[in-house]
Each structure stands twice: as C-alpha cells, then as structure tokens.
C-alpha cells in the first residue's frame, strides 16, 4: 500500500468515523514497511487525515516499541495545540515512550495541563490522567503532586475524571 493509498483509507467518511483505519492496520500487520508512511500522516494539514493516522500509529505503538526518530519527531510537536481528535491518541502515545529526564518537567507540566483543560474534552482529560500516572508514579519529584491532582479529579462533578481518579488513587497507595 502507497502512501497515497493509506491517505485515501484515512480520508474516508467524517471525523466521527474510522475511517480506512482498520483497513491500513491490516495492511501494516501484513507490511511493517506502512508504518512510516502512517507516521508521516500523523503531521498532515488535513485534519481528518492527521486523526486517523495518529489513531492508528497509536494501536501500532501501543505493541511495539516508539522509535527514536519517531520519539523526536512526537515530543517535538508537545505544547502545539492540535484538535481534540488527535489528542485522545496523542497523549496515550506519550504513555508508551520513554520520556528523556532533560524534559520529563515539560511533559509533565503538558500533561498536568491536559487535564485540568483540554478543549472541553473529558477523553484527553481522563487520558492525559492516566498517562501522567503510569510515566511519573514512581518517580518522587512527581508523586506528591500527582497525588494532589487526582485528589482534584476524583472531586469532580465529571463522571469519567471522577472514575478514573478514584482508581488511581487505589493504585497510588499501593505504589
């Protein structure tokens, strides 16, 4: 499959559908070669094309392991506003990199944003949420604070932020 190929997958339907999604990760399942053309898409001008291809990086990343060109290119765009679409994957994918200690402080900080307010959307918040955790839990700089946030979050009057907070604060006090 071309890169115009996999561009024309992600372009159809709207942004509340897959899309071609499914149909490129079979592709990639059979021809790893995919997987930079998808990368690649990830930076797309198009905002439906840019979705799916970090939707479906993310599914790719999530089983394997982030490059480091890859990891670059990703921790490069972090603090760029982008679409909510694309930040339900993003910040998911910033959960399964290892973050360099020179900017651990500035992912955090990203993340402590996202989920305090990311343009109205609960998704990235509860995602953001979870990222921060399973990144800085063990880590002592963070750990306090993080305790603090989902303090803040398990108070909240919104049921998802609310959820997830509670069940990380079980796990936080078994860390």
């Known amino acids: ?29 059979k021809d ?7 990368f690649d898409l990830i930076f797309s001008e198009n905002r439906i094309i840019a979705m799916r291809a ?3 990086y993310e599914k790719i990343s999530k089983n394997s392991n982030v490059t480091e060109e890859e990891q670059s290119q990703l921790l490069s765009i972090l603090g760029t506003p982008k679409h909510k679409e ?3 994957h993003y910040v998911q994918i ?7 200690n020179g900017i651990k402080d500035q992912v955090y900080n990203y993340l402590k944003e996202a989920i ?18 399973n990144l800085f839990i063990t880590n002592e700089k963070y750990r306090k ?4 946030v989902l303090g803040d979050m398990a108070k909240s009057s919104i049921p998802s932020l609310q959820s997830r907070a509670m069940k990380l604060l079980k796990l936080y006090n078994k860390v």
């Open 145 to 148: 604070e993080i305790r603090g």
């Open 94 to 100: 910033l959960g399964y990199m290892e973050i360099p």
């Open 54 to 56: 970090i939707d479906a």
């Open 1 to 29: 499959m071309t890169k115009s190929e996999i561009e024309k997958e992600f372009s159809k339907g709207d942004l509340r559908g897959k899309g071609g999604v499914d149909n490129v990760l079979k592709e990639y399942s």
């Open 116 to 133: 305090n307010d990311y343009l109205d959307s609960n998704i990235v918040r509860v995602f953001a949420m979870q990222t921060m955790y």
């Open 86 to 88: 694309f930040m339900w």
């Open 32 to 38: 790893k070669k995919v997987r930079k053309d998808i």
